[in-house]
């Protein structure tokens, strides 16, 4: 399940909880139910498309090729053979299924766009590695699924009645606030691409990386970095956020440290491992600081 990197779909869900008790509608009790359903059924899929794929390599012998790091190449379980793969398969489509009803239950309850979110979320994780990674269309999906989306779809979950209409769901702030998580997402995933391309190649997959070649997508990944930044940056300067979303900047450093190591030395695995580390501490601080801003805009 690489438990490690389920804290971003925690984070994330907690940007949304953050933004929905700022908004939850006056007279009604913020939901603590809601709350842990929404953090079960993100998490529950994001086990979900890290059992996939991890299936999905062994099945392809991805597994068997990839040079592992501690943040790329997969868990290793299922090519030492200490698991088989099709109990990984079955855990994967439960934890899908468990997330799939909690979507479809708030969809009912709350608003029908959580049908919309959900469904290309499901999309997302079905197709992530048999499709969407050999069209360069897999982390663009990755960071609106399981960041952008999970931002918006949990503060409609704490925010939205039935008959609202879409126009009148997402304030500007939340809009903008989720365009960082899911651009974050979406580098994580590509940076960590960088160690696999070899194996990924001799997979049949044909994700960024391996399209634009890991010079070109250090650059990519750099100005990634810089919209993230430069959205949380100009939204504070135009009052559309508290100054307190300037927290979100404290990870900058990191970041650059990170697109600086890709760039240096996006070919050479070992001594691209701490840039690796910098983009997880990145990803994850600049989540939390956007969640701790939100409350501290609240207060």
């Known amino acids: 399940m690489r438990a490690p990197f389920l804290i971003l779909?925690?984070?994330?869900?907690?940007i949304g909880l953050a933004f929905g008790w700022k908004y939850h509608p006056e007279?009604?009790?913020?939901?603590?139910?809601?709350a842990l359903l929404l953090m079960i059924g993100v998490v529950s899929s994001h086990i979900s498309v890290n059992l996939f794929n991890e299936y999905s390599d062994n099945q392809t012998a991805i597994d068997h090729h990839t040079q592992r790091t501690p943040f790329s190449g997969g868990s290793g379980i299922l090519s030492s053979g200490k698991l088989s793969s099709q109990s990984v398969l079955r855990a994967a489509v439960?934890?899908?299924?468990?997330?799939?009803?909690?979507?479809?239950?708030?969809?009912i309850t709350v608003h029908w766009i959580i049908f919309l979110l959900a469904g290309l979320g499901s999309f997302s994780i079905l197709f992530?590695?048999?499709?969407?990674?050999?069209?360069?269309?897999?982390?663009?999906?990755?960071?609106?699924?399981?960041?952008?989306f999970?931002?918006?779809g949990s503060y409609v979950v704490m925010t939205a009645s039935p008959g609202m209409a879409v126009t009148e769901l997402f304030p500007t702030d939340v809009l903008l606030m989720s365009i960082p998580p899911g651009i974050l997402t979406a580098l994580l995933l590509l940076i960590n691409e960088f160690p696999d391309v070899e194996a990924d190649k001799l997979g049949g997959r044909n994700h960024l990386v391996i399209w634009l070649g890991r010079k070109k997508a250090a650059y990519v990944y750099t100005l990634g970095m810089v919209a993230t930044f430069g959205v949380i940056i100009g939204a504070a300067l135009f009052n559309i956020v508290s100054p307190w979303?300037?927290?979100a900047l404290l990870p900058m450093p990191l970041a650059y440290k990170a697109a600086l190591g890709a760039i240096r030395?996006?070919?050479?695995?070992?001594r691209l491992i701490p840039a690796l580390g910098m983009n997880v501490l990145t990803v994850l601080g600049t989540d939390l600081f956007i969640a701790v801003a939100i409350v501290m805009d609240t207060l």
């Open 245 to 247: 979303f300037m927290l």
């Open 27 to 34: 007279g009604s009790a913020f939901n603590p139910w809601y």
């Open 150 to 152: 999970v931002v918006l």
């Open 9 to 14: 779909a925690v984070l994330l869900v907690a």
């Open 128 to 148: 992530y590695t048999n499709i969407l990674t050999k069209l360069q269309l897999g982390e663009l999906f990755s960071g609106l699924t399981l960041g952008t």
């Open 265 to 270: 030395h996006g070919h050479d695995t070992p």
């Open 94 to 107: 439960i934890s899908m299924l468990l997330a799939l009803a909690i979507g479809i239950y708030f969809a």
